[in-house]
């Protein structure tokens, strides 16, 4: 069935760095990627997201390339705050109403 | 425009009883999406409503159950509530025209414990 993999956490970084955070996928046909991150004690908020390969999603900073020929959505800030410390989701829409989680990377910025 | 609301916030409950969450949709969405994401876990799917129809399911028992209304809000039921039932659970709503492909827009949870 379908899945998705992102790389175990958590990740700690000084404020300004690069961040990546690697999410592959497996599945059928051609599903829609996402990125979504929770911050302590809320829900989920959706951060981008790609409906079709080649497609570049961004938002805050945030940018993330729908690779289909290494069915990858990899998760890129050139320069990370504090106040992205979060945890970050990456998911995939394919079929049968649900969208279907990584397991999550925890994020830690430090000053 | 109103976002997706949840309540109650936090629950408890004791092994064997019922409860009851209740989700409000995003203004003008048709769709809403239920998922369990325990402690440290990616959100699960546990099952879609559209126009009050049952939309698709995860891998959830029949204790767990829903309903959707006219206006698009939406309960979650679950019946005799084990331990492992503890967990955040997230409503999820979008505007779905049938192919089912839309973004949800999450809600805050409601955090569910079971003692």
């Known amino acids: 069935g379908d899945s998705v993999t992102q790389m175990e956490g958590p990740v700690t970084l000084s404020e300004e760095a690069f961040l990546t955070i690697n999410c592959t996928y497996t599945?059928?046909?051609?599903?829609?990627l996402f990125w979504y991150v929770q911050y302590p004690g809320e829900g989920l908020q959706l951060l981008l997201k790609a409906t079709k390969a080649d497609d570049k999603g961004s938002n805050k900073g945030f940018e993330a390339t729908y690779r289909k020929e290494t069915t990858s959505f990899h998760l890129e800030k050139g320069s990370v705050q504090v106040s992205d410390s979060a945890v970050y989701f990456c998911a995939l829409y394919n079929q049968g109403g649900k969208l279907i989680f990584g397991q999550g990377t925890e994020l830690s910025v430090k000053p | 425009e109103t976002g997706v609301t949840q309540s109650p916030t936090h629950l408890i409950k004791t092994r064997g009883q019922q409860v009851t969450l209740r989700c409000s949709s995003q203004s003008g969405h048709n769709t809403v999406s239920w998922y369990q994401q325990a402690l440290g876990q990616g959100p699960q799917f546990i099952f879609q409503y559209y126009r009050e129809e049952e939309n698709g399911r995860g891998n959830f028992p029949p204790r767990f159950s829903g309903l959707q209304f006219p206006n698009y809000s939406s309960e979650l039921n679950v019946n005799a509530l084990e331990l492992d039932d503890s967990a955040l659970y997230l409503c999820?709503?979008?505007?779905?025209f049938g192919g089912g492909r839309d973004t949800q827009y999450f809600g805050p949870g409601t955090r569910l414990t079971v003692l």
């Open positions: 599945a059928t046909g051609y599903p829609s």
């Open positions: 999820a709503s979008s505007l779905d």
